[in-house]
C-alpha cells in the first residue's frame, strides 16, 4: 500500500498570503490529523477528521482551518500567513479511527517571508 | 487534558551501549502511550505503542519500553545502540479511544562512535 503523501513538499509564502496544504491518507483510512511541528512549540495537534467531520481542535486560531472530502483526502488552510506560521506540517491517517494507529506523511515545509 | 514531559532533551551515548529515553505523563483517565521516532527531513514513524495488557512492550529495531503506572511513566530502551539510531525520539499519550495525540519536546539521541 502506499504511504501517506502530502503535497507540496516545500512551501514559500509571505506575510498575509493564505496556503493550503494537501493529504492523502493510506487507502481505506478514514480518519485523518494534522500537526504543526516548530523549533520552539515542538509538535502540536491541529484538528482530526473522520468521515467529513471534525472531530477534535487543538488551540489554534481561527486562521487555521481543514476540510475532508469523501474519499478521505483531507486539506488544511491557513489564512493570512504570519512569520510565526513558519513550520513542519504533518498528516497522519489512521484506520480505526481512534489514534491507537498513525502513520504520518513526510510533512509539508512552509516557509513564511 | 493529558501532558506528556521528556525529561531529556539531548542523549549522548556511544555505539553499543544501552539506552534509557524517560518520559513522564499525566492523564486522570486511561490512555494509549506510544514512542515515535523521526530522522532528519522525514515524518514520524511509530516504534512502539502500549494500549493494554503486559507492561513491557517490545516494538521495531530493538526498542522496548516499560509502562509504569504508579509512577506514570513509559521510558523507552535500546540495549546496545547503533550510529543508525541517531534521531529523534518522541514519546505522546492520546486518551483512550480518544481523537487527539498530545506529544512530548522530543529527545535528541546522538550515537557517537
Known amino acids: 500500500k502506499a504511504g501517506v503523501t502530502q503535497t507540496p513538499r516545500y512551501l514559500i509564502k509571505t506575510r498575509g498570503q493564505q496556503v493550503t496544504l494537501s493529504c492523502s491518507p493510506i487507502?481505506?483510512?478514514?480518519?485523518v490529523s494534522w500537526y504543526q511541528q516548530t523549533p520552539g512549540q515542538g509538535l502540536q495537534f491541529l484538528f482530526e477528521y473522520f468521515s467529513e467531520t471534525q472531530r477534535n481542535k487543538g488551540n489554534f486560531p481561527g486562521r487555521f482551518s481543514g476540510r475532508q472530502f469523501s474519499n478521505s483526502r483531507s486539506e488544511m488552510n491557513v489564512s493570512t500567513l504570519e512569520l510565526g506560521d513558519s513550520a513542519l506540517y504533518l498528516c497522519a491517517s489512521s484506520s480505526v479511527g481512534n489514534q491507537e494507529t498513525q502513520y504520518f506523511g513526510p510533512g509539508t515545509r512552509l516557509l513564511v517571508l | 487534558a493529558q501532558s506528556v514531559t521528556q525529561l531529556d532533551s539531548q542523549v549522548p551515548v556511544f555505539e553499543e551501549a544501552p539506552v534509557e529515553l524517560r518520559c513522564n505523563y499525566s492523564s486522570s483517565v486511561s490512555v494509549y502511550l506510544f514512542w515515535y521516532v523521526q530522522y532528519p527531513n522525514q515524518g514520524l514513524q511509530l516504534l512502539l505503542k502500549y494500549l493494554s495488557g503486559s507492561t513491557l512492550v517490545k516494538g521495531i529495531n530493538g526498542f522496548e519500553a516499560e509502562f509504569n503506572k504508579s509512577q506514570t511513566s513509559f521510558h523507552l530502551m535500546k540495549h546496545s545502540v547503533h550510529i543508525s539510531d541517531t534521531a529523534e525520539y518522541f514519546c505522546?499519550?492520546?486518551?483512550?479511544?480518544?481523537?487527539?495525540?498530545?506529544f512530548g519536546a522530543g529527545t535528541r539521541l546522538f550515537v557517537k562512535a
Open positions: 487507502s481505506g483510512h478514514r480518519s
Open positions: 505522546a499519550v492520546t486518551k483512550t479511544g480518544g481523537f487527539k495525540t498530545i
